[in-house]
């Protein structure tokens, strides 16, 4: 298969770009030779390369800045999606595009599923969901995984900030008020490959929109938890700072946060019949890649 990646720095995309290869023919373009802030000149790529598969894993993401970006955030989260799902519209190719919790307001009770009446509290999920129904409107063959508390070895992330700080004490204050999974950006990627040969056995009717999310659910305080415990387990006499549960309201940020970021995946694992480990699974195993967990 001949598969179009774009973005190859971030968490995403660089435990998919080594899959994908497993999968067939990769042109894998950085966020400097492909601007998604300069949507038009997507075009050019997706027309000279005449790809069978896109993927976009390419976006905005620093949720905090968006609130004085709006613009830029729109651009690249949701117009950007929208010119690339255009030009698959036109080649016959499926576009893989990657969102977010963060479409949710989190005032469910429970885990949402993939139909639920979306409320964005931010700018953010507001371009993330307006990138989701741009896709949609093409009527372009599309997978959409909406996922949660993404992180893995590569780039900045929670895990990594933690487990630096971790070996800082005496104290670490960590949200115990706002509920999701993390989700390392490796089961992304296997997932997404496992995903894609059923889609060109099945045909259109297989894609849509699927939450995909690791198995069951935390607080960040309960993540940074289990972090901190696996640190203590593999490095007994080091000094590990104390984990203290605080509020949200502690910390204002410019951005408002969802309360709940529980996502349903009984329609993924139901539809591709793939199971999902424990998100303290993908917790360990990042550790472990990072040297800190034997």
Known sequence: MKILLFGT????????LPRLQALGDVTALSRTEAEFSQPENLRTHVRTLQPEIIV????????????????????????????????AAQCG?????????????GKKTGAYVEDDATG??????????????????????????RTSWVYSAHGQNFLKTIARRALEPPELRVVDDQFGAPTSSTLIADV??????????????????????????????????????????????????????VSGTTYPTAATRPAN???????????????????????LECLSELGLRK
């Open 120 to 145: 964005p509290l931010n700018v953010y999920g507001r371009s993330k969901l307006a990138g989701e129904q741009a896709i949609a409107a093409t009527g372009c063959n599309h997978l959409i995984l």
């Open 93 to 105: 190719a499926w576009l893989i595009h990657y969102s977010t919790d963060y479409v949710f307001d």
């Open 261 to 283: 970021s529980q996502l349903d995946t009984s329609k993924l694992r139901q539809h591709f019949g793939i199971a999902l480990p424990d998100w303290k699974t993908g917790v």
């Open 9 to 16: 720095t971030g968490q995403v995309a660089h435990a998919l």
């Open 192 to 245: 997404t490959c496992k995903i894609l040969p059923q889609l060109f056995a099945r045909g259109p009717d297989a894609g849509g929109l699927y939450h995909l999310t690791a198995r069951g659910q935390t607080s960040w305080h309960g993540y940074a938890e289990a972090i901190l415990e696996a640190l203590r387990q593999s490095r007994p006499h080091a000094h590990v700072a104390t984990l203290t549960a």
């Open 56 to 87: 976009n894993a390419v976006a905005y993401t620093a949720v905090d800045r968006a609130e004085k970006e709006a613009e830029l955030a729109h651009t690249i989260n949701a117009t950007a999606p929208g010119v690339l799902a255009q030009e």
